[in-house]
C-alpha cells in the first residue's frame, strides 16, 4: 500500500485565479495519477503524471488548464488554472505502487475546491 | 468506451441488514475491479479488489463477486453498521493493466440507520 498525503485539504478561490495542489506519497511509485469528481459526479481521469516527461492527458483536458508537475517518484502538483465555477470539484491523487502485481491503486484524501 | 453503472442510486436501511450493492460494466475485457469507500467530501479507501481470473473476494464482513462474462459484480455487505454509511464505488482498470486507468461508477450512497 501506499501514504499519500495532499495539500491542501480544501481551499475556497475567486474566479480567474489559479491554485497549486500538491501530492506526496510515502514511498517511490512509477505510476502517479489525477482525478477529478465534479459535485455528483463519478470520478474522471485528468491525467497520468509521468516522472521526468510531460503529463499524458485525458480527451477533454489540456495542458494549458491543468499543468502538472512530477519532478521526482514521491511528488506530484497539480495546477487548476483561470478557474471557473465550474472547476469546483475534488481533486484526487492517486498512485499505483512500484512493482505492484495486481494493478491496485490508492487514493490520497483529495482537495476540495470552491470558485465563487 | 467502457461505461461503469451502480444500482441503486442510494440505499437505506436498519442496521444490522444484510445488503447487496450491484456494478456492471459494459466491456467485459477487465484487468480487475475495485470497489472503494468514500466518506463524505473526502478521498477513496479501498475495499476489495478482485483480479479478471478471480470470481470474489472477501475481507471482514464484506464480500465482492465478478461475473466477468456478464460484466457485473456486486459487494455484499454482512450485518451493516451505522458506520458503513457512505457512498461505495465500483471501478474497473482495462485488460492488459498497462495503463492502471481506473472507470468509475457514480456510486451508491449507503445510509445504516441506528
Known amino acids: 500500500s501506499a501514504v499519500i498525503s495532499q495539500k491542501p485539504s480544501r481551499d475556497i478561490c475567486q474566479r480567474g485565479t489559479s491554485l497549486t495542489i500538491q501530492c506526496q506519497v510515502d514511498s517511490q511509485v512509477t505510476m502517479m495519477f489525477w482525478y477529478r469528481q465534479q459535485p455528483g459526479q463519478s470520478l474522471t481521469l485528468i491525467a497520468t503524471a509521468n516522472q521526468g516527461s510531460e503529463a499524458t492527458y485525458e480527451s477533454g483536458f489540456v495542458i494549458d488548464k491543468f499543468p502538472i508537475s512530477r519532478p521526482n517518484l514521491t511528488f506530484s502538483t497539480l495546477t487548476v488554472s483561470n478557474m471557473s465555477p465550474e472547476d469546483s470539484s475534488i481533486y484526487l491523487c492517486s498512485v499505483h505502487p512500484t512493482g505492484g502485481q495486481t494493478g491496485e491503486l490508492f487514493f490520497g484524501e483529495g482537495s476540495r475546491l470552491t470558485v465563487l | ?114
Not at chain 2, 15 to 34: H, K, M, P, R, W
Not at chain 2, 41 to 53: D, H, R
Open chain 2, 1 to 114: 468506451k467502457q461505461e461503469v453503472t451502480q444500482i441503486p442510486a442510494a440505499l437505506s436501511v436498519p442496521e444490522g441488514e444484510n445488503l447487496v450493492l450491484n456494478c456492471s460494466f459494459t466491456d467485459s475485457a477487465i484487468y480487475n475491479l475495485q470497489w472503494f469507500r468514500q466518506d463524505p467530501g473526502k478521498g477513496l479507501t479501498s475495499l476489495l479488489l478482485i483480479q479478471s481470473s478471480q470470481r470474489e473476494q472477501t475481507s471482514g464482513r464484506l464480500n465482492a463477486s465478478l461475473d466477468k462474462s456478464s460484466g457485473r459484480s456486486t459487494l455484499y455487505i454482512a450485518a451493516s453498521q451505522p458506520g458503513d454509511s457512505a457512498t461505495y464505488l465500483c471501478a474497473v482498470m482495462g485488460s492488459g493493466g498497462s495503463n492502471y486507468k481506473l472507470t468509475f461508477g457514480k456510486g451508491t450512497l449507503l445510509t445504516v440507520n441506528p
